[in-house]
């Protein structure tokens, strides 16, 4: 069975502090996708990044970063002294050949 | 602009009545979902299609009805609403490999049903 695990349910900064946010996920698929999607007081939901089961690099962007495991079925994502706009629900998933499985979102809140 | 668009954005509506929400993408996408978002669940699948007249069922398929007649049209049917599936209800599309797979999503719709 898939699953996207989020255990955190909200996380509450102060601004410029950093903050991680966790996902674990369960699949017996050899070639799946991971992804984050942020979703702004506003609703929409903005895609962040993805990941492809075959490539394990970290990737850095700007403040942001990911960093995927295999061995521990983990997709961390990391905001560097966060700041106020990045106040969101943030959302982990996971994508087999035709499904889409998503987490169940971790809100931050940063505070100024 | 590439896009999905979703109609309408906001709906009340009474039990029983039927409705349907459009879904249009204009980037020649294989792949259309649709979603409903609900508080501590996160998005949960309905629907899904992988092409023209391909359709599947998602993790919470029940009570709603979707076709697939054109590429870029996915429309969700509820033909009886009831107040459960008062939601927010996100479309999306994507392509189906590669380097393409994430899903874009339209602005989302609020249904109530009273």
């Known amino acids: 069975a898939q699953k996207v695990t989020q255990a955190q349910t909200e996380i509450s900064v102060v601004e410029k502090e950093d903050v991680t946010l966790d996902c674990v996920y369960e699949?017996?698929?050899?070639?799946?996708?991971l992804f984050w999607y942020k979703q702004p007081p506003s609703g929409e939901l903005v895609f962040l990044i993805r990941r492809n089961s075959f490539d394990e690099q970290n990737e850095i962007s700007g403040r942001y970063s990911w960093n995927f495991q295999k061995s521990t079925s983990s997709f961390n994502f990391t905001i560097t002294a966060s700041q106020v706009v990045d106040s969101a629900v943030y959302f982990c998933a996971l994508r087999n050949f035709n499904k889409f499985y998503f987490g169940s979102g971790t809100k931050l809140n940063v505070k100024p | 602009e590439a896009q999905v668009t979703q109609n309408p954005r906001y709906l009340i509506t009474v039990t029983g009545k039927k409705l349907t929400v459009t879904c249009s993408q204009n980037m020649n996408h294989e792949y259309m979902s649709w979603y409903r978002q609900d508080p501590g669940l996160g998005l949960r699948q309905i629907y899904y299609s992988m092409n023209v007249e391909v359709t599947d069922k998602g993790d919470v398929p029940e009570g709603y009805k979707v076709s697939r007649k054109e590429k870029r049209n996915f429309p969700l049917i509820l033909e009886s609403p009831s107040p459960n599936q008062t939601s927010l209800y996100f479309c999306?599309?994507?392509?189906?490999?590669?380097?393409?797979?994430?899903?874009?999503f339209g602005q989302g719709t609020r249904l109530t049903v009273v």
């Open positions: 999306a599309s994507s392509l189906i490999g590669g380097r393409g797979t994430e899903a874009f």
């Open positions: 699949t017996r698929d050899t070639t799946y996708y």
